[in-house]
């Protein structure tokens, strides 16, 4: 029962009456004279924004607050409580400089306690007839459609499958449903000239007679299966069995590249698979189980809320946010705007994420719940690298996981610009890292990293890369935990996994950063790896049971093809940060790079590993993988504890020519770990994952510092959309078969 609420005006803000409504409290102001009004599904835009008489849309009242704030009449702020029920939006809500808030009196919409509204970004498509078999029919042009070439359906609170071959695999989701190039197998790091990069030969087996195939696009990843792309269709030569594509693929597509085909009606042959005409206007979909009544939906709006142009302290708290082709949540060149305590779902193309940072200060991606995510759940940006002035910007105590639908270096917190952090996250089942960052003094802490890379080689938990000086020179990964980094690859032409992932991956030149105090478990390649790195401090970790070795430097010579075609841009971009102030004080950066190579031609220096603990049982793994090309005088290593169980150690030398080099004693003699013990670290229990150490563990006679586990991951807190967390099944429920598929 609603009572009627009474409002009138007092000193420019609003006055409520005291009422109640669904069984709950109702909502009040915060502060005194702070503006409240109401929008509701049943509400009309001719109302006052009352309880009794709420708005219809988010847009009358914003509206409504650009003329109260115009007749002064905020000043203690405004919250616009949104009532229960789907909001379907007719286009992208936007906020700008017009709409701000101010520290003392701040503006937010919000969802009414107790409720859950949810913003859609399309609309439901109904009127479904019988077409052939289980496939039905519907016009969408009569449903507000027309024009409208969407790409994404969803049914029943689920992304639904575009007509393909091969069929998805629902049984095998990650190394099923596969069609295979043909051809003889090239190795991967070998060049071949004159490749294409548009044209695919199919196999016999896979021959299709498609009408007309250019409708068709390949979702295909191509060479190295560090992502894919979707490239339409150009024309098909079915005497050479090749497919021509519009447009080049990032990389020549080779045999045993995996792909499939999509968006041809003669492949909806499946429950989940629709295929839209859009010259027609007509909609085929085989409803994966009864529709009952039930409409599917598709997206209309490429984003559902934007904030931005000098937008500022403006909260978007409660929601449910789904049901767009681009990226949902935009802010861009805002400032001290919230986004908490949403759920974000069914969002995004290959383009589109869940939320987007860009620019701007002090924003914040606060206790939302993501997934189901075309590209990216959280991109946090902003900031100037070459000044060094910070953005504050945040992600935080965000529960995250199934992203990257589409693009395949989709990832959990994308993190880059200067001065931002990413805190308090847990991640799991992405196609590729949990968080990838590029930029400096960024913060990557107490986060919980598990179960990702579940679709890509050479990757990590966390990655950064930039064939550069300074990009992520001054970052901070510290206090988390990372633990069963998957990877997925080709390997003697069998698509396996786990394969060729670690779990913190320094690459390409990455310098200057610290990771200190984290935990990593469990992942084939390698815990740490460093791929030419300088000035990295590695110290304080945790570092369980990898599969080959435990930690990786790879180094490169003056002569390798990256440092030679790169150095020119490394100059440059030293030397456009060299006399700032700020980076005065950054680690090594007085020494150019074209003075950076050693005598011998070697460049990789100055890392150090250091009051490690790193613990592994595999009778085969090794300690460390030192390629030739790292000076060991350069790098320094020391007051480890190390324990492989009582089994031999060894250290990955590359001087087999030399017996025992590659021995714990030969290492020690060579003046690394001199200080380092061998013994048992004396974990609590590692058979549930915990790592602390008791009391009496040999570690802390080396200096290390205990952990603070308890902070890692979400927190409860009055921003999270949802505690306690349960976490949704994925990989770790049924885990990725070792072998996928032949090539």
Avoid at 497 to 513: E, K, M, R
Wanted: with cysteine.
């Amino acid at each position: 029962m609603v009572r009627r609420l009474a409002t009138r005006c007092i000193g420019g803000g609003l006055l409520l009456l005291l009422g109640c409504f669904g069984g709950g409290p109702m909502p009040r102001p915060t502060r005194p004279g702070e503006c409240v009004l109401f929008v509701a599904t049943d509400g009309a835009d001719a109302g006052d924004g009352s309880l009794a008489r709420p708005f219809a849309t988010l847009e009358r009242a914003r509206d409504e607050l650009r003329k109260r704030r115009a007749d002064k009449q905020l000043p203690a702020g405004a919250t616009v409580f949104v009532r229960g029920g789907l909001h379907f939006l007719s286009q992208t809500f936007r906020l700008g400089a017009e709409d701000s808030g101010t520290a003392q009196a701040p503006i937010a919409f919000r969802a009414v306690p107790g409720e859950r509204p949810t913003l859609i970004g399309g609309r439901p498509i109904t009127g479904f007839a019988p077409h052939k078999g289980s496939i039905l029919k519907a016009d969408v042009n009569a449903q507000g459609f027309k024009g409208l070439a969407f790409r994404q359906l969803f049914f029943n609170g689920r992304r639904q499958h575009l007509a393909r071959y091969p069929n998805y695999d629902a049984d095998n989701p990650y190394g099923g449903g596969w069609a295979y190039a043909d051809g003889t197998f090239i190795p991967l790091y070998k060049d071949v000239p004159g490749e294409s990069r548009r044209t695919l030969h199919y196999k016999e087996a896979d021959a299709r007679a498609w009408a007309n195939p250019q409708e068709g696009e390949v979702f295909v990843f191509p060479r190295y299966n560090w992502w894919n792309n979707i490239v339409r269709i150009a024309a098909i030569d079915r005497e050479k069995r090749l497919i021509t594509l519009v447009g080049d693929c990032s990389y020549p597509i080779r045999p045993g590249d995996r792909y499939y085909v999509q968006g041809l009606l003669e492949e909806l042959d499946a429950p989940g698979e629709w295929y839209l005409d859009p010259k027609a206007g007509t909609l085929y979909f085989w409803p994966p189980e009864p529709l009952a009544g039930r409409p599917a939906y598709a997206p209309t709006l490429r984003s559902i809320v934007e904030i931005g142009n000098g937008a500022a302290h403006i909260t978007l708290q409660g929601f449910t946010i789904e049901c767009c082709e681009g990226t949902a949540v935009v802010l861009r060149d805002a400032s001290d705007c919230l986004i908490a305590g949403n759920t974000i779902r069914n969002v995004g193309d290959y383009g589109g994420s869940g939320v987007s940072v860009s620019g701007g200060t002090r924003n914040g991606v606060v206790g939302n719940d993501l997934y189901e995510i075309g590209r990216d759940a959280i991109s946090i940006g902003g900031g100037d690298c070459t000044t060094l002035t910070p953005a504050e910007n945040y992600a935080d105590n965000n529960y995250i996981h199934h992203v990257g639908v589409f693009y395949k270096q989709g990832v959990g917190v994308s993190l880059h610009g200067c001065g931002n952090r990413a805190s308090h996250n847990l991640i799991h089942d992405g196609p590729r890292w949990g968080i990838g960052f590029g930029g400096n003094n960024l913060i990557i802490e107490f986060n919980h990293i598990r179960h990702v890379n579940l679709e890509t080689a050479d990757t990590g938990a966390v990655y950064t890369g930039g064939r550069d000086w300074i990009s992520s020179r001054g970052t901070v990964i510290r206090h988390n935990f990372f633990h069963d980094l998957i990877g997925f690859g080709l390997e003697n032409g069998k698509w396996v996994s786990p394969h060729y992932c670690w779990g913190v991956y320094l690459d390409d030149n990455a310098g200057g950063i610290d990771v200190v105090g984290n935990i990593v478990a469990r992942c084939i390649r390698g815990l740490v790896h460093l791929h030419n790195g300088r000035d990295n401090l590695i110290e304080n970790n945790v570092l369980i049971d990898a599969t080959l070795q435990q930690v990786e430097y790879n180094g490169w010579t003056d002569k390798h093809s990256y440092w030679t075609s790169h150095l020119p841009t490394m100059i440059k971009g030293y030397e456009s940060v060299a006399n700032q102030p700020a980076w005065k004080t950054m680690r090594n950066m007085g020494l150019h790079p074209k003075d950076a190579v050693l005598p011998d031609g070697k460049i990789m220096t100055g890392n150090v590993f250091r009051r490690n603990i790193v613990a592994y049982r595999g009778e085969k793994s090794r300690l460390y993988r030192l390629n030739a090309a790292v000076p060991l005088d350069r790098n320094e290593f020391d007051y480890n504890l190390v324990w492989h169980y009582g089994l031999p150690i060894f250290v990955g030398q590359p001087a087999k020519d030399k017996p025992g080099a590659d021995e714990w004693a030969a290492w020690q003699a060579l003046g690394k770990d001199t200080h380092s013990l061998v013994a048992d670290p004396l974990f609590v229990a590692p058979e549930r994952d915990d790592y602390r150490l008791r009391p009496e563990s040999p570690a802390f006679r080396l200096g290390f510092q205990p952990i603070p586990v308890e902070k890692i991951g979400p927190y409860k807190s009055p921003l999270r959309a949802s505690w306690p967390i349960v976490e949704a099944e994925g990989a770790r429920e049924k885990p990725t078969r070792t072998e996928q598929g032949q090539q």
